[in-house]
């Protein structure tokens, strides 16, 4: 019969970072005791340079995890250009807790992308990514056209407004959270802010995974 010190130590999970593949291992933090959840090793978490810069943008709040340094843009190229579904918690699962109680109450809006092209993936990387967030999601926002934003110009960028269109939803008195991964011209999160204030929200505040680096902080 196994004893109360075994029964423990076989009742733990083996953690392994989904980006180097080495076990992960538990430090004493007040992260790691409130969360059972770790997919990303702290060397490989700081590889990534967390940042947590907050900007106003068009009147509204916004917070950025990191910056769009090469470390992020390899990992967000293997998650959704190179479909490895399994990474789609790495860049939020971390700071869970500490998101889901500075956006308590909030409804996410997910940046869209082409219905087709979230067809041919499998998911939208997105949704996906803040889908570790305890948050309520409405995916209420869609794109009409297939346009890859990484593939236009600063000027193209600007005409996104053209391509994005809200449903017929009722955001009276509530509290909204648009989010995307990338925040570059900003000209996405414009066109969701323009589009979610015309639906009568109480507040809008916008979480992004990363964002570009000014060139006054090159």
Same mark, same amino acid.
């Given at each position: 019969?196994?004893? $109360? !010190?075994?029964? +423990?130590?076989?009742? /733990? ?10 076990? =992960?291992?538990? &430090? ?41 340094? $090469? !470390?992020?843009? +390899?990992?967000?190229? /293997? ?10 918690? =790495?860049?939020? &699962? ?125």
């Amino acid at each position: 019969m196994k004893s $109360e !010190k075994q029964l +423990e130590q076989s009742s /733990q999970k083996t953690h392994i970072c989904k980006i180097c593949f080495k076990n =992960i291992e538990k &430090e004493a933090t007040i992260h790691n005791l409130m969360s059972n959840d770790i997919s990303i090793c702290h060397d490989c978490l700081l590889e990534l340079r967390p940042a947590f810069n907050e900007f106003e943008f068009e009147g509204v709040k916004c917070l950025n995890i990191f910056y769009y340094n $090469e !470390k992020v843009q +390899e990992i967000l190229y /293997q998650f959704k250009g190179c479909n490895d579904y399994e990474l789609r918690t =790495i860049f939020l &699962e971390y700071y869970k807790n500490y998101l889901n109680y500075k956006f308590n109450g909030y409804i996410m809006v997910p940046a869209p992308s082409f219905e087709e092209m979230d067809e041919e993936r499998g998911f939208n990387h997105v949704e996906e990514m803040f889908s570790v967030l305890n948050l309520k999601m409405e995916k209420c926002v869609h794109k009409t056209k297939k346009v890859k934003q990484a593939d236009l110009t600063s000027e193209e960028r600007k005409n996104i407004k053209d391509v994005l269109v809200i449903d017929d939803i009722d955001f009276s008195n509530k509290k909204i959270l648009i989010v995307d991964d990338v925040f570059t011209t900003g000209s996405t999160v414009k066109t969701m802010i323009n589009l979610v204030s015309q639906k009568h929200p109480k507040k809008i505040k916008a979480l992004l995974m990363s964002k570009t680096i000014d060139l006054d902080r090159r």
